[in-house]
């Protein structure tokens, strides 16, 4: 197993991307400060973006008199290109520079722009466009910026690390339908002042990222690409000394040789899926995306089966934010203390719980609830922990195309299940899909279960 | 940079940018006070009550700028563009037939806007309530006032979401019972059960037999006409490309919104009319792309809304496709005409 961050016997460089650095003798830090600064860009952004999100059907019908059926057909085409534009931001954050905080900078600072942009588009085409670049905005920067965390948090402190910063994302998004609704409360028609104002907190986002998330030159191909000769018990990265000026430093050339295997290049990156332990994650990640019902389907599933009324539709997504948001860190420390595939398999057990409540011919008042907690619980034990199970296989040269390439595979097999989900409902019925979907998920979790062998995970 | 030179800049920026957040939404609920006032030279307001029974009115959503805006209003049939008079209920969408309306309202929640049909008497008194799951569309009532039918758009939840769907439902006035989705109806096409994917259901019309109506199934990316059936909950595909129904009186007609080839995509409709006995399509007068359920006004009469200066403008168009389309009163939508 690659295990890059246990650099054990070279003295580490100092890091260009604000590891945890904390003096000796103090205590040590809760969370990197970049990772605190990222969440703080992500929250701020999805209060942006789902400031827009919320308003827009309303925008298109009843602002713009529009129909907006029919909108969603470009969605297959549109979800290959993400996956290219995904994996391109990966790869390009990688070429060194200190280029994840650019081309994640790049991409928030294109989904900014989008927000005026609404202001000037009245037709479906240009808002199509504008929301395809939005989304393009978000595909480029995901990969970098969950590099940026992985990189600067120490390796047995990366499930919280991801879990604080997906519970701030969280929030952001839990908060931006809020400011959005205020705003058209105490307007007329105010589309408009909604835009403006998401471009303002957007531009915001854009600010706190060049500003507080450290750049700087990234240290050349320092990881090992060697697997390691014992246990990872990784103490390296948070031991380093405390760096002198809040500005990150340029890097020391480092004492090892660089491995060419690691070294950035798109051929490297293409050879990721040859080791064996990214490859694992990776299939895993898309076998079990394949099992995942989409978010809409399952609350559709809900209302349909367990008969939750029409008005309490719009909120079913805020009953899984709120889970996911209470449980983002808690089962981030989980992962860090047991095992990150555990907790990543552990959460495709509670989705599993979910479709078997779905199914089940008991009503009880409290389901809907426990549903939707588990749905939340489901993604707290699965997003962010993904992603530091993934940081174990990657060397760091080539982390933010590692990550995108885990983050695109389960993109696109979650993709193909909800089309393949949509066809089976049309043919068999709810129950029949959901059934088909709870047995694929049992079996594909079981594979993982073994594939994965939780057991010879280095828990820190 | 310094970590103090860089709070500064941080603090200056947000600084500007929050006036500018704060600017955009005063502006835009300074809107609000205007729209609250009357224009000079918009429509009169008359004194008096609005009720359902009143026969050769037209009662509508006024959207004219002025303290009635977005109530319903009733105006005399032949002097649409006469003085109005308001009634005090706010609707989105609205229609009425037999004395019985039914009108589609925003409820501000303390989260977001949720909405719901309200069915009213004659004297708009509610007499029954439902949620609505989306923004409201399309409404109407059955000519004996026994049914009433309405479209919402439920929007995607997903970040960025941009896929729609439509929820057509149908109501028992008498009975109160609701048939949420028409999505539960059997689908036949050629004497066999289709099984539809992405059935979506809107623009529903009734016929006066209580038992029968047309509305518009969207599957597998096209449109078509299907005749439904209250007793044996079926609807049968009767021919492509139809958009919006609306029976005429004698129910013998239908006029419907057709998407016709080579039109720009955010304008891609025509108004005709199908005649139920020859299946023959007559093109109307209208040149106009018009994103409306029409309504019949008499036999030979079809009203429709295209976008105006204060939200929407009535238009009244011959139905054999003869004759030009006149203005019948701006700042209005979803009339319906007590005959």
Same mark, same amino acid.
């Given at each position: 197993? %690659?295990?890059?961050d246990?650099?054990?016997?070279?003295p580490?460089?100092?890091?260009?991307?604000?590891?945890v650095r904390?003096?000796?003798?103090?205590?040590?830090?809760a969370v990197?400060?970049t990772v605190?600064?990222?969440?703080t860009?992500?929250?701020?952004?999805d209060?942006s973006s789902?400031?827009?999100?919320?308003?827009l059907?309303?925008?298109?019908v009843?602002g713009?008199?529009?129909?907006?059926?029919g909108? &969603?057909?470009?969605?297959?085409i549109?979800?290959?290109f993400s996956?290219?534009v995904?994996?391109a931001?990966?790869?390009?954050?990688?070429?060194?520079?200190?280029r994840?905080?650019?081309v994640?900078?790049?991409?928030y600072?294109?989904?900014?722009?989008?927000r005026?942009?609404?202001?000037v588009a009245?037709a479906?085409?240009?808002i199509g466009?504008?929301?395809?670049?939005d989304r393009?905005?978000? &595909?480029?920067?995901?990969a970098p910026r969950?590099?940026?965390i992985?990189?600067?948090s120490?390796p =047995?402190?990366?499930g919280?690390?991801?879990?604080?910063?997906?519970?701030?994302?969280t929030?952001?998004?839990?908060?931006g339908p809020?400011a959005?609704f205020w705003?058209l409360?105490?307007?007329?028609?105010g589309y408009?002042?909604v835009?403006?104002?998401?471009?303002?907190?957007a531009?915001?986002g854009v600010?706190v990222?060049?500003?507080?998330?450290?750049?700087?030159?990234?240290?050349?191909?320092a990881?090992?690409a060697q697997?390691p000769t014992s246990?990872s018990t990784?103490t390296s990265?948070?031991t380093q000394?405390?760096?002198?000026s809040?500005?990150?430093?340029?890097?020391p050339?480092?004492s090892?040789a660089?491995?060419?295997?690691a070294?950035p290049?798109?051929?490297?990156?293409a050879g990721?899926?040859?080791?064996?332990?990214l490859?694992?994650?990776?299939?895993?990640?898309? @076998?079990?995306?394949?099992?995942?019902?989409?978010?809409?389907?399952?609350?559709?599933?809900?209302?349909r089966?367990l008969?939750?009324?029409?008005?309490w539709f719009?909120l079913?997504p805020l /009953?899984t934010? +709120?889970?996911?948001?209470?449980l983002?860190v808690?089962?981030g420390?989980? +992962?860090d203390r047991?095992?990150?595939?555990?907790?990543?398999?552990?959460?495709?057990?509670?989705?599993l719980?979910?479709?078997?409540?779905?199914l089940?011919?008991?009503?009880g008042?409290a389901l809907?609830?426990a549903?939707?907690l588990l749905?939340?619980?489901?993604y707290?034990?699965t997003?962010g922990v993904?992603?530091a199970a993934?940081?174990?296989?990657?060397p760091?040269?080539?982390?933010s195309s590692?990550l995108?390439?885990? !983050?695109?595979?389960?993109a696109l097999?979650?993709f193909?299940?909800s089309?393949?989900?949509?066809?089976?409902?049309?043919l068999?019925?709810d129950?029949?899909?959901l059934l088909?979907?709870?047995?694929a998920?049992?079996?594909?979790?079981?594979?993982?279960?073994?594939s994965?062998?939780?057991?010879?995970?280095?828990?820190? | 940079?310094t970590l103090?030179?860089?709070?500064?800049?941080?603090?200056?920026?947000?600084?500007?940018l929050?006036?500018?957040a704060l600017a955009a939404?005063?502006?835009a609920?300074?809107?609000?006070d205007?729209?609250d006032?009357?224009r000079?030279?918009?429509p009169e307001?008359?004194?008096?009550?609005?009720t @359902?029974?009143?026969?050769?009115t037209m009662v509508?959503?006024?959207?004219?700028? /002025?303290?009635?805006?977005?109530?319903?209003?009733?105006?005399?049939?032949a002097?649409p563009?006469g003085p109005r008079t308001p009634?005090g209920?706010?609707?989105?969408?609205?229609?009425a037939a037999a004395?019985t309306?039914?009108c589609? !309202?925003a409820?501000?929640g $303390?989260?977001?806007d949720?909405?719901?049909?309200?069915?009213?008497?004659?004297?708009?008194?509610v007499t029954?309530?439902y949620?609505?799951?989306?923004?409201p569309? #399309?409404?109407?009532v059955s000519?004996?006032?026994h049914w009433a039918a309405?479209?919402?758009?439920?929007?995607?939840?997903s970040?960025a979401?941009?896929?729609?769907?439509t929820?057509?439902?149908?109501?028992?006035?008498v009975?109160? =019972?609701?048939i949420g989705?028409? =999505?539960?109806?059997r689908?036949?096409?050629d004497?066999?059960?289709r099984h539809a994917?992405?059935?979506?259901?809107?623009?529903v019309?009734?016929a006066?037999d209580d038992?029968?109506f047309?509305?518009?199934? +969207?599957?597998?990316?096209?449109?078509?006409?299907?005749?439904g059936d209250?007793r044996t909950?079926t609807?049968?595909?009767?021919?492509?490309?139809?958009e919006c129904?609306? @029976?005429s009186?004698?129910?013998?007609?239908i006029?419907?919104?057709k #998407?016709?080839?080579g039109? $720009?995509?955010d304008?891609?409709w025509?108004?005709y009319?199908l005649?139920?006995?020859t299946?023959? =399509?007559?093109?109307?007068?209208?040149?106009?792309?018009?994103?409306?359920?029409?309504?019949?006004?008499?036999? #030979?009469?079809l009203? %429709?809304a295209?976008p105006g200066?204060y939200?929407a403008?009535?238009?009244?168009?011959?139905?054999?496709?003869?004759?030009a389309?006149r203005?019948?009163?701006?700042?209005?939508?979803?009339?319906?005409f007590?005959?």
């Open positions: 197993m %690659y295990v890059a246990s650099r054990a016997g070279t580490a460089p100092a890091s260009a991307d604000g590891a904390h003096p000796a003798g103090r205590r040590r830090a990197a400060p605190l600064a990222l969440g860009v992500s929250l701020i952004t209060v789902e400031m827009v999100t919320a308003v059907p309303l925008y298109l009843a713009l008199g529009l129909s907006p059926l909108f &969603g057909l470009l969605d297959g549109y979800n290959g996956a290219a995904r994996l931001g990966g790869h390009l954050a990688d070429r060194g520079g200190g994840h905080k650019w994640a900078g790049f991409g600072g294109l989904s900014a722009l989008c005026p942009l609404l202001l009245h479906l085409t240009p466009l504008v929301l395809a670049a393009t905005g978000k &595909g480029l920067r995901t969950d590099a940026l992985s990189l600067s120490s =047995e402190s990366r919280r690390a991801f879990g604080v910063h997906r519970a701030m994302d929030a952001g998004a839990l908060l809020l959005a705003i409360r105490v307007t007329v028609d408009d002042a835009f403006t104002a998401s471009f303002c907190v531009a915001v600010l990222l060049v500003l507080f998330v450290p750049g700087g030159p990234a240290r050349p191909t990881a090992p697997p246990t990784s990265t948070s000394p405390p760096a002198p809040p500005s990150p430093s340029p890097a050339a480092p090892s660089p491995i060419p295997a070294r290049t798109l051929r490297a990156a990721l899926l040859r080791g064996r332990e490859r694992g994650i990776t299939v895993c990640a898309l @076998l079990l995306g394949l099992a995942t019902v989409s978010d809409s389907f399952v609350y559709l599933l809900l209302q089966r008969g939750v009324p029409d008005r719009a079913l /009953g934010a +709120a889970a996911f948001l209470l983002a808690p089962l420390r989980l +992962a047991v095992g990150r595939r555990r907790v990543f398999l552990a959460g495709h057990g509670a989705l719980a979910a479709y078997t409540l779905l089940a011919s008991w009503h008042p809907p609830y549903v939707l749905h939340g619980g489901f707290a034990a997003d993904l992603m993934a940081s174990e296989t990657v760091e040269s080539l982390r590692g995108a390439v885990v !983050q695109t595979g389960q097999a979650r193909a299940c089309m393949l989900f949509g066809a089976a409902w049309t068999w019925g129950r029949t899909a088909a979907s709870t047995a998920l049992a079996v594909c979790a079981a594979w993982c279960f073994v994965l062998r939780p057991a010879r995970e280095t828990a820190a | 940079m103090r030179l860089r709070v500064l800049v941080l603090a200056g920026s947000v600084a500007v929050a006036a500018v939404v005063l502006h609920s300074a809107r609000a205007r729209r006032r009357a000079p030279g918009g307001i008359a004194s008096g009550r609005v @359902l029974t009143a026969h050769g509508f959503r006024s959207t004219a700028w /002025g303290p009635h805006r977005d109530e319903l209003t009733a105006v005399p049939a002097d563009s009634s209920v706010t609707c989105l969408r609205f229609h004395g309306g039914v589609l !309202q409820v501000h $303390p989260v977001s949720t909405y719901r049909a309200v069915v009213l008497d004659a004297h708009l008194h029954r309530r949620d609505v799951p989306g923004i569309s #399309r409404a109407r000519p004996s006032g309405w479209t919402a758009f439920v929007g995607g939840d970040y979401g941009t896929g729609f769907s929820r057509a439902a149908i109501v028992n006035i009975t109160g =019972e609701l989705s028409l =999505e539960s109806f689908v036949v096409e004497g066999r059960t994917p992405d059935r979506n259901f809107w623009g019309t009734f006066p038992r029968t047309y509305a518009t199934l +969207a599957t597998g990316g096209r449109t078509h006409l299907v005749h209250l909950r609807v049968t595909i009767l021919r492509a490309n139809v129904p609306s @029976l009186p004698d129910g013998t007609r006029a419907f919104k #998407r016709v080839p039109l $720009p995509a304008a891609p025509r108004l009319v005649d139920l006995r299946g023959r =399509e007559t093109p109307l007068a209208e040149r106009r792309s018009v994103d409306d359920q029409a309504v019949w006004k008499d036999t #030979r009469t009203v %429709y295209l200066d939200g403008d009535l238009y009244a168009v011959p139905s054999d496709g003869t004759g389309p203005r019948l009163s701006t700042a209005a939508v979803s009339p319906a007590l005959p």
